[in-house]
């Protein structure tokens, strides 16, 4: 099993701030996504990345895949309350695996 | 399209009974998850369904749990005998296609409270 280690665990902001959360592993990923989860709701995709250097952009979301395909961030530019919620990364080692989520990036933003 | 569905929504039982979780995917979706979410941690992958047949379920532990998707569609999955370690969330999600960078629709989760 592939270990995804995110970071930081908590983090607090106020709204109109930029963030970035990272994923990293010592493993190589043949691809990664990100998924926001609110309270009470399941997971839901943001972004699917699977080449080495790629950049999405997302409105306000900025996500880089690492050149070696072993790390992930997530850039969030002037946060607004309603990004607040639980960032998490998952990947799998090639597409014929099922995916291993990170525990997650909690997120709040207030007003 | 209607999402995936998930119930019940909330279930507390006591130690050493039985539990079952009940999903409908979104239709024409050939692939079924169930994941296990314990508080503070990520999904953790119990069984993965492609159409009625098991593709992976190494994590799933076989002495308490069961699963079954019944003709390809809805999903059953049972705790027997339930141990308090088994609180957490449950959640249920499809995918069209089963690989890695394929969507996964989730459900809301089962949260599952054992005394």
């Known amino acids: 099993t592939q270990l995804l280690e995110q970071s930081p665990q908590f983090l607090s902001i106020q709204e109109g701030e930029n963030l970035t959360v990272y994923c990293n592993s010592s493993s190589v990923f043949s691809s ?4 926001r989860q609110e309270p009470g709701e399941g997971p839901v995709l943001l ?3 699977v080449t080495g250097g790629e950049v999405k952009k997302l409105k306000r979301l900025t996500f880089q895949f690492g050149d070696a395909r072993k790390d992930s961030s997530l850039h969030i530019t002037a946060a607004q309350p309603g990004d607040t919620g639980l960032y998490l990364c998952a990947g799998a080692p090639n597409s ?3 995916l291993n989520f ?3 990036t909690s997120l709040l933003v207030t007003p | 399209e209607a999402g995936v569905a998930q119930s019940p929504r909330y279930k507390i039982i006591e130690k050493r009974q039985s539990v079952a979780f009940w999903c409908n995917p979104i239709s024409g979706h050939a692939t ?8 503070g941690q990520g999904p953790k992958l119990l069984i993965q369904f492609q159409n009625n047949g098991v593709v992976d379920d190494s994590q799933l532990p076989k002495d308490r749990f069961s699963a079954e998707r019944l ?3 809805d999903s059953t999955l049972k705790i027997q005998p339930a141990k308090l370690e088994d609180s957490a969330v449950y959640l249920c999600a499809s ?3 089963g690989v890695s960078t394929d969507t996964q629709y989730f459900g809301p989760g089962t949260r599952l409270t054992v005394l």
């Open chain 1, 32 to 35: 990664l996504q990100w998924y």
């Open chain 1, 47 to 49: 972004v699917t990345v």
């Open chain 1, 96 to 98: 014929g695996y099922a």
């Open chain 1, 102 to 104: 990170g525990k997650g």
């Open chain 2, 32 to 39: 079924l998850y169930w994941y296990q979410q314990i508080l």
């Open chain 2, 71 to 73: 003709k390809g569609v």
């Open chain 2, 95 to 97: 995918g069209r296609a």
